[in-house]
């Protein structure tokens, strides 16, 4: 795929050398606004509002909706009031709101500036709901129809106001105070007699969502019922918008990302890693550096209370490592496993102690296995004492159980006090598996040894 990429980018580059702007014009307007929006990625800036000002309107608005926000103010800043104007009367409402919320004050105040009223008043509504609602992700531009109308009615209600509405597959029936009545397929229209009232073929049993419903909870829907668009409803039961499902899932990429930063411990960040400078990496990574790094003193507070075992008994040091990298990656195995299920709605706080009953059991037949392996080891490969091998083999199986408790655990509960679960991640689990696993060890050493 990189390969035929850059080939187009240097036949775009010879083609604006040469001032060919048609022939440039016509192999833009055989490409989807995504990938143009990629190839604009990847231009000088200088020539970027000179190539988009060759699409037409409505491939102009497409791209321009693809784009990073750094390259959509860019084109912001060189439009002429016109050019904006025609970019925003192009956008369907939610990709408008999405532009807005990422552009600077002086960008924002610009385009509302230029949006006519009706858009601008539509705009700062939906800006009035929480970042992390249903209602930030929403679009009011659906279809509506009565459930007095005939299929050939609302066919031809479709035709006249469809152009303009985000999708027309899935139409929400409604009375005069708007409140969802039902909802019809396109297929259901077509499949039907042109006679027929819409209330004999529309389902009544609607699956919607308020609101202020959490947007990932909203995003989960669409991959639980596989739907192309979610109703959104207000108090009174009145369909003010509808999520569709190109925004689930930025919002499931979005979320999925987040987490995954979490689990590294770095700091969310919007931005894509080659655009990200080294400041923003170090203020994002720092924290939870400093936070792991001073949490991690406890481990060599353990180690320096048990000097005395250690200077009698050296060969214990050499197993310290092993010990502290099994217990990180037990514990990590479990809670991954454990956030997946809270993020996909799997587990709730409820099923804490079946969760618990079933890792400590895996974790029983883990440690087991590795202890046995271990134990083959010590005694065979490295001929030390039956002891000190029973010693290693038995603080691994606990260190295994008790990793696997406090992975499956601590997310479970970070959910249930509010916090996100992917912050009891990898790091911070390994951090507490670490100390746990060395205290066991020199507690378990000072009882079966001399020292």
């Not at 990073?68 to 016109?82: A, H, K, M, V």
């Not at 004999?200 to 991959?223: C, G, P, R, S």
């Not at 481990?299 to 990298?325: H, K, R, W, Y």
Request: negative net charge.
């Amino acid at each position: 795929m990189k390969e035929p990429v850059v080939m187009l980018q240097e036949m775009l580059d010879s083609l604006l050398d040469g001032k060919k702007y048609s022939t440039l014009r016509d192999i833009l307007v055989t490409l989807n606004g995504a990938d143009i929006a990629a190839l604009f990625q990847e231009l000088p800036e200088g020539r970027l509002p000179l190539l988009f000002r060759l699409l037409p309107k409505e491939l102009a608005a497409e791209t321009f909706v693809e784009m990073e926000p750094e390259e959509q103010e860019l084109l912001i800043r060189g439009f002429s009031d016109s050019e904006l104007k025609e970019v925003i009367d192009e956008l369907y409402l939610d990709d408008a709101v999405d532009i807005v919320e990422e552009m600077p004050a002086n960008v924002v105040k610009r385009i509302l500036e230029n949006a006519d009223p009706d858009t601008r008043k539509k705009i700062n509504e939906i800006l009035k709901y929480p970042e992390d609602s249903a209602g930030s992700m929403m679009t009011i531009e659906y279809v509506r129809l009565r459930r007095q109308f005939t299929v050939e009615e609302a066919i031809k209600h479709i035709r006249r106001t469809g152009i303009d509405k985000e999708t027309v597959y899935t139409c929400y029936v409604t009375d005069d105070a708007h409140t969802l009545l039902g909802v019809v397929s396109v297929r259901s229209l077509l499949t039907s007699d042109e006679d027929t009232p819409i209330e004999d073929i529309m389902e009544t049993n609607v699956i919607y969502v308020h609101t202020l419903e959490d947007k990932e909870n909203v995003a989960n829907l669409f991959q639980k019922y596989d739907f192309i668009a979610l109703p959104v409803v207000d108090d009174e039961q009145r369909l003010v918008g509808i999520v569709t499902v190109d925004d689930a899932i930025d919002v499931l990429q979005e979320e999925f990302t987040e987490d995954i930063e979490k689990m590294a411990a770095i700091m969310p960040s919007d931005k894509p890693y080659i655009k990200t400078s080294v400041f923003a990496l170090w203020k994002a990574r720092i924290p939870w550096l400093l936070l792991l790094m001073i949490s991690a003193t406890f481990t060599g507070t353990i180690i320096t209370s048990f000097e005395n075992a250690l200077a009698s008994q050296v060969v214990l040091a050499a197993f310290i490592p092993m010990l502290m990298d099994t217990g990180g990656n037990c514990g990590s195995q479990s809670s991954v496993t454990v956030i997946r299920g809270l993020s996909l709605g799997e587990i709730e706080f409820s099923d804490l102690l079946s969760v618990q009953w079933k890792e400590i059991r895996v974790a029983f037949l883990c440690g087991l296995t590795l202890a046995a392996a271990n134990f083959a080891k010590l005694m065979w490969i490295n001929h030390l004492p039956i002891n000190l091998a029973l010693v290693v083999c038995s603080t691994l199986l606990i260190t295994v159980v008790c990793a696997k408790i406090v992975g499956c655990t601590l997310p479970i509960l970070s959910m249930k006090i509010g916090f996100d679960p992917a912050v009891m991640s990898s790091p911070f689990i390994t951090t507490i598996v670490d100390a746990i696993s060395l205290f066991l060890y020199f507690k378990i050493a000072t009882a079966m040894l001399p020292i």
